[in-house]
C-alpha cells in the first residue's frame, strides 16, 4: 500500500479530483462543517455514516443495517471514486470503510482531514489543570466490533501498539480493563505536533499512567499529521515481534494516526484494534488550521 499526502493552510491549496461520492460524519465543530461543505461539494453525492457500537450497526443516510453490510455498499459502489471526511468520521467508519473497499477491489480511496485550530479546554481547568480537555463525553469502554474482534490472551505472546493523544484516561482504561503486561507495549507519540508545544500536553497528561503501571516500553514518534508514518511504524513494529506473536494496535491519538492504523488494519486482517469508542464533544475544538487530501493506493 502507498499513501499519497497534501497539505495546505485552506482548501483551495489542495489538488482535488472530482469524486463520485462522499462519505462523512456528524458535524461537531466549524472544522467539521467545512470539511463537509468541501467533500460534498467536489462529490456527486454525499452519504452519511455512522457507526453504532452498542448495535454493532452502521446508520447510512438513516438506514440501519448490520455493520457487515457496509460490504455490499461497497460493492454497489465498486469502481466509483470516494473521499471519506475523516474529519468527522470515526475511527471505525474510516475502518469498515477502508477495508471494504480494499476487499472489493477499489484502486483507491481519498481521505480529508482539517486540523484543529485549537482545543476545548473545560472552563474549571483554566487555571488548574492547563492540560486538561473536553475531547469525549461517554466513553463506552474497549469492546470489539466487526473484522476487529481478536482477544488478548496471556498464552500467546501479544504485543500493543498505542498511538497516544492527550487523553491519558484512554490509557489508563486500556491497562485496567484489558490487564495488558506494560512491557509489551510500544507507545506513539505525535511528534511533530499540529502545532508547536502541543506535544508536551499528550508527554503530560500520558507520564503519570505510564509511570505509575511501570511501562518499560519502547516509545516512538511519527509526525501528528502524518497517516504514512503511522503506517510504516506499525510495519517495524510488525517485523519485529515476528510472526510468532499477535499484534494489536490501539489508535487513541491524533485522526491521521488512527487513518494510518486504519490502513495497516485493512491490509493485515491477522491484526487486532483496541478501542474504547468515545462520544465525542460537540464544540471540541475551535477554527480550522492545515488542510491534508490523503490518498491511500491500494
Not at 461520492?21 to 467545512?34: F, H, N, T
Not at 498464552?155 to 495488558?180: N, S
Request: proline content about 4%.
Amino acid at each position: 500500500m502507498r499513501i499519497r499526502m497534501q497539505k495546505a493552510t485552506c482548501a483551495a491549496g489542495l489538488d482535488v479530483p472530482r469524486w463520485d461520492i462522499a462519505i462523512v460524519g456528524d458535524i461537531l465543530d466549524e472544522r467539521g462543517r467545512q470539511g463537509v461543505s468541501f467533500a460534498a461539494a467536489n462529490a456527486r453525492q454525499t452519504a452519511i455514516l455512522k457507526y453504532l457500537p452498542d448495535e454493532l450497526q452502521i446508520d447510512i443516510n438513516g438506514d440501519r443495517v448490520s455493520a457487515e453490510q457496509i460490504e455490499n455498499y461497497m460493492l454497489d459502489n465498486r469502481g466509483r471514486r470516494m473521499v471519506l471526511e475523516t474529519t468527522t468520521l470515526g475511527f471505525v467508519e474510516v475502518f469498515l470503510c477502508c477495508r471494504a473497499a480494499k476487499e472489493n477491489g477499489f484502486g483507491d480511496v481519498s481521505l480529508i482531514y482539517v486540523e484543529p485550530g485549537g482545543y476545548a479546554r473545560p472552563r474549571r481547568s483554566q487555571v488548574l489543570h492547563k492540560r486538561a480537555f473536553e475531547l469525549s463525553g461517554r466513553v463506552l469502554g474497549y469492546r470489539s466490533f466487526p473484522w476487529a474482534a481478536r482477544r488478548l490472551d496471556d498464552a500467546r505472546e501479544q504485543f500493543v501498539v498505542f498511538f497516544l493523544g492527550y487523553e491519558e484516561r484512554r490509557l489508563e482504561r486500556a491497562m485496567e480493563d484489558l490487564q495488558i503486561r506494560g512491557e509489551r507495549c510500544y507507545l506513539v507519540f505525535g511528534v511533530p505536533a499540529f502545532r508547536a508545544g502541543w506535544e508536551m500536553d499528550a508527554f503530560a497528561n500520558n507520564i503519570r499512567v505510564i509511570r505509575d503501571r511501570n511501562m518499560r516500553c519502547p516509545i516512538r514518534f511519527c509526525g501528528a499529521e502524518n497517516p504514512a508514518s503511522a503506517y510504516e511504524g506499525l510495519v517495524e513494529v510488525q517485523q519485529a515481534v515476528g510472526k510468532d506473536a499477535d499484534l494489536f494496535v490501539a489508535p487513541v491519538g491524533t485522526k491521521p494516526h488512527g487513518i494510518g492504523a486504519a490502513l495497516f488494519a485493512a491490509e493485515n486482517h491477522e491484526v487486532g484494534i483496541l478501542y474504547d469508542h468515545p462520544a465525542r464533544t460537540a464544540g471540541r475544538t475551535a477554527d480550522t488550521h492545515n488542510w491534508h487530501l490523503f490518498t491511500a493506493i491500494f
